[in-house]
């Protein structure tokens, strides 16, 4: 497989991880973003992936691209280790938690949104620290709600292992950190990140950025 | 099943959508959006929606927040009629056109984005008809890359009965022509929803927001 990935995107992080907790091998190969939209606009990526955005993966012929949906692709083809065990429900916890982050977190903070927020609609640095941090904030507050206290979470966002909850924890932790978030403020968040980060499999997720 | 719900979330919709297509039958409950905010907050409800936004999903004594995590739920519990049939790879195609919407779409253009662009940056009626209209446009124009002239889009946007992506669909049109923005322009799009809206639970949907 190969796996077209940037530093900035948390999505295309998202991805790394799972590759390397589901063990499956893939070539990196990593774009530029263009600093005017925060896209790739190379014409050939932008047939392959129309948004402009990563992760893009390919496997022989085929083609995936959003990062909920290759997680959710590898999941049902590459079932062990699993990233959404259990019942139903369980897997309704799993998602919703990794939704706030990818949903409503994640999309609003990227570099494509920065660049337009900066280029296009004139919002300085500090405006533009107060977008981020706004909606990072909500997103951490909003998860951290959800898993302290909850008798489901344990040494991960859901029981004992590492699932897609977590996968998509540790890329927006480390953003939020980087764009000096006081993460400690989400105490079961911080452990979560730490206990994750002890796992080869999100460290060199990271490091292959 | 109760579902708290509100006439401007496109997320909402798609939950109302689902239940319709799958029979199963709910109480809408009509939340209020704060203007400052441009979320719900209620404390009561805030409590069962940390983010302050819809849809929430009652059942019993679980509550169920997040539309993809909700809809991937319903169709586990109530397989039947089926929104994301066919292998995996025919699921990786409808959820990753879904995401597409849900993930780069909505998100970027809902109450609470505005809000803060309108209350907290400063940003005028003709400012945020540039964003909103950017967003949708990056938005549509790369589900239209995607389906228009592939062999697995039909009447749908994947085969002959709608699934997930039909139904992240509609609610961005319906949005899109209310923010002045000529659908036209995508004609695969415009055919599938012009389909969508031939059907009961897609209109129905509409009317109970």
């Known amino acids: 497989m190969k796996l077209y990935t940037h530093s900035s995107s948390n999505a295309a992080y998202h991805v790394r991880i799972t590759l390397n907790y589901k063990q499956i091998p893939y070539d990196p190969e990593y774009l530029l973003l263009d600093e005017a939209t925060g896209e790739h606009r190379n014409p050939e990526y932008l047939d ?15 083609v995936y691209r959003q990062s909920l949906a290759i997680l959710e692709y590898l999941e049902e083809v590459y079932p062990h280790p699993p990233i959404l065990p259990g ?28 660049a337009f927020l900066r280029n296009d609609l004139g919002i300085d640095s500090k405006g533009r620290k107060k977008w981020n941090r706004t909606w990072i904030r909500k997103g951490l507050s909003a998860l ?3 898993i302290a206290g909850n008798p489901a979470t344990s040494t991960y966002c859901h029981g004992d292992l590492p699932t897609l909850a977590d996968i ?42």
Chains 1, 2 share one sequence.
């Open 48 to 62: 392959l992936n129309p948004l402009g955005m990563v992760p893009t993966l390919i496997d022989g012929r085929r």
């Open 87 to 114: 019942s139903s429900r369980d897997r309704e916890r799993i998602r919703s938690l990794a939704q706030i982050i990818v949903t409503h977190t994640d999309p609003l903070t990227n570099a494509r949104v920065n």
């Open 144 to 146: 951290e709600h959800q």
């Open 168 to 209: 998509c924890l540790v890329p927006v932790v480390a953003c939020a950190t980087e764009k000096g978030e006081d993460v400690e403020r989400y105490p079961t968040i911080t452990r979560i990140y730490q206990s994750c980060m002890m796992l080869s499999a999100f460290r060199t997720g990271m490091e292959d950025g």
